[in-house]
């Protein structure tokens, strides 16, 4: 049974969190991401799907590649981070489910039926990719998730030879500079979006 985390931890994942636009010159290694992507995969998943294929850009070429399919704006933010990720998704995600979910033959529920895939790997690679960014947080980074860029370009360049992954979205990677935020934007209290019953 899990135990509720202190205020100090829920102000790191959350409430102190922020989206950076810009980073410390402090570098992301492959230790780093390594410790990310071990508490990412924890997460859960439709019948641990594990649909989300993740590709870290760690060096300047990198993101250079990512950069030339982004957004002015957004090109300029992954030019500057310390590091970059593609959040990608595995639309033939079903034929890895009989080591992922050996319980039953999960295999046969997408078998045939593309669609289906698609709406799945979309949903829980989404998961993923939001399970990211509280790893992150949690082990002391910040992000700065986006979604301006060509995902056409994307897929040409980081999955060109698996045609199945497609991009899911984008983000920066690294330890955020305090200077490159905006004031938060409004949160809305419960009654605005939410009611019970």
């Known amino acids: 049974m899990g135990q509720p985390i ?49 590709v870290w850009l760690l060096d300047d070429a990198g993101r250079e590649k990512l950069a030339a399919c982004a957004s002015d704006t957004n090109a300029d933010k992954i030019r500057k981070a310390p590091a970059a990720v593609v959040i990608g998704m595995d639309e033939d995600f079903h034929e890895q489910l009989p080591w992922l979910f050996p319980h039953t033959d999960a295999k046969s529920w997408f078998t045939g039926s593309e669609a289906a895939r698609r709406e799945s790997a979309f949903r829980n690679s989404t998961l993923q990719g939001a399970y990211f960014i509280i790893a992150a947080r949690a082990l002391g980074w910040d992000t700065g998730p986006m979604s301006g860029f060509n995902a056409n370009k994307v897929n040409a360049a980081f999955f060109a030879d698996e045609p199945k992954v497609k991009v899911n979205f984008i983000s920066t990677l690294g330890k955020g500079d305090a200077d490159t935020i905006f004031d938060r934007s409004p949160r809305p209290e419960f009654e605005t979006f939410n009611r019970i019953g």
Request: net charge positive; charged share 20%.
């Open 6 to 54: 202190d205020a100090a931890a829920l102000d790191t994942i959350f409430r102190a969190a922020r989206t950076y636009n810009g980073y410390l010159d402090k570098p992301v290694t492959q230790a780093d991401v390594r410790a990310i992507y071990d508490l990412i995969k924890m997460g859960p998943t439709s019948a641990n799907q594990q649909p989300a294929r993740f």
